[in-house]
Structures are given as C-alpha cells and as structure tokens.
C-alpha cells in the first residue's frame, strides 16, 4: 500500500511538472532561449542548459602550470612551472579548474553570482564535482571548505556561490563539508579591476581559523567559483596552514587564462 502511494505521489509530480512545462515553456539560463528535449540534464528541465551553452564551455588542457593551475597559449606541449610559482611558491598546493573563464561559462557563473540565478548551482556543481572525484583518487582525512564571504557581502548577495558548489563536490567526495571554521573577518573591495599587488593586499589578513581543532592535519579542499590570480585562494591557504593543516588543494569551476 506504501510502495502504491509512493507510485501515485511520483507520477502526479511527473504529470504536474510536465502540465507546468507547456504553460511555462523552460528556457536556459544562460541564454534565455527554449529548452527541447534533447537540452534537459537529468530529464529536470530545471537543472538544464542548452546544449548550444554547453559546447561553448572550453575545457583546460595541457600545457599548464601543475601548482597554480594556469594554462599556458604558448606552443610547448609539457606542463610546466610558472614564473610567479618559479620565484615563491604559494602556500596552496595546488590549483585545478575544468574550464577556461572565457566564453559561456562567464556568462554562467556572472548570472549565477549576481543575476541570483541560484538554479544554475544544480547544474554548475555537479561538474565541478564530477571533475574532482576524476582528479582526486585517494582521499584522506578530509574536508572541504568554501571560500567564506564578509557576513556585509552575503547580506547583499544573498548566498554564498562557493558553498552551493562545495556541497555537491562533498557529497560526490564523500567527505565532510565545514563552512564555519574559516571566516571573513575583514571586509574587501572586489578583486576584479585590481592589479596584482593591489590583490594581494586586498585579501591579506581577510580570513582567520576560528576553530583549529577541525582543520588540524586534514588535508583541506577550498571550493571556489573563479581562479583569477589565486590570491584569494592562496591567502586562505596560509590561513590555513598556520592553524596546523597538512595539505591545501584549491577546486575552481574555471581558471582564467594565462600569459
């Protein structure tokens, strides 16, 4: 009698949802066009981007830097260390990002971010996710932890965009999600439209551990939307590791070019 409730429950959702679709016809996100059939992830119209979307989301390959993560447009075919990773090394251990920030992704990300296109979480994380389960065969004593923002920029935001995508990038890991034990402690002016020094001083001193027990010798995985030039993510790293963790490695959904 459950199961045949259950039955009853699901296709009264699926029928609903289909009468909903020919009243409000779904469009991508991105685009804002119609969504056919052949466009639907997960047959969730909800969940979709077009396929036109799709193919524009450029995927990073070799050669790149194996610490920071940037691609390289030179001819050499070998990954390679960068000149800023040559002269000092960051404190994350590494960088890794899907896809180039350049293209549809931009687009993407700048709706989901500040358009409050929340919805795109549920398609935007699962890739990031899917590439890091492929990246990271062995996993140890782990957590992952979102790039927190200023309780002021939350406020104003709404949401925190790295913590909607840390969450599916746990559940895929399997591993423990901490969006609480490192804070924002001092409020910043976007990255974006600064020059390199001027984003390192932005972020530095930004962050503070509140509790070290829980990132003490864990190797510690730092989700964010964005890597441009790693400041933000390197300045949560050495926060990081000052309060005694072991190992930083830093997800993006994409990285922006490189030199």
């Known amino acids: ?16 949802g289909s009468l909903l679709d020919i009243i409000y016809p779904p469009r991508c996100p991105v685009c804002m066009e119609f969504l056919s059939n052949g466009d639907r992830w997960n047959n969730n119209s909800s969940k979709s981007i077009c396929w036109k979307c799709r193919a524009n989301f450029q995927k990073i390959s070799s050669p790149l830097c194996p610490i920071c993560g940037v691609p390289f447009t030179s001819g050499e075919k070998d990954n390679h260390l960068c000149e800023d990773c040559l002269r000092k090394r960051p404190f994350y251990d590494k960088i890794a990002a899907p896809y180039l920030y350049k293209g549809t992704i931009v687009t993407a990300i700048h709706k989901f971010k500040y358009g409050q296109k929340r919805v795109l979480a549920d398609y935007l994380g699962p890739l990031l996710a899917g590439f890091a389960v492929c990246l990271f065969t062995e996993i140890d004593n782990a957590i992952i932890i979102p790039v927190p923002l200023h309780p002021k920029r939350l406020r104003e935001r709404g949401f925190n965009q790295s913590l909607l995508l840390a969450r599916y990038v746990a559940n895929e890991l399997k591993t423990g999600l901490d969006f609480l034990s490192l804070i924002r402690v001092r409020y910043t002016s976007p990255q974006t439209g600064l020059i390199k020094n001027e984003r390192k001083k932005n972020v530095r001193g930004a962050f503070k551990v509140i509790n070290t027990d829980a990132v003490k010798g864990k190797m510690i995985f730092i989700i964010d939307d964005v890597a441009t030039t790693g400041n933000t993510l390197n300045e949560c790293a050495r926060t990081l590791k000052m309060a005694g963790c072991k190992e930083v490695f830093c997800l993006a959904l994409a990285r922006t070019p490189g030199p």
């Open 1 to 16: 009698m459950i199961k045949k409730t259950i039955s009853l429950k699901c296709c009264a959702k699926e029928l609903f």
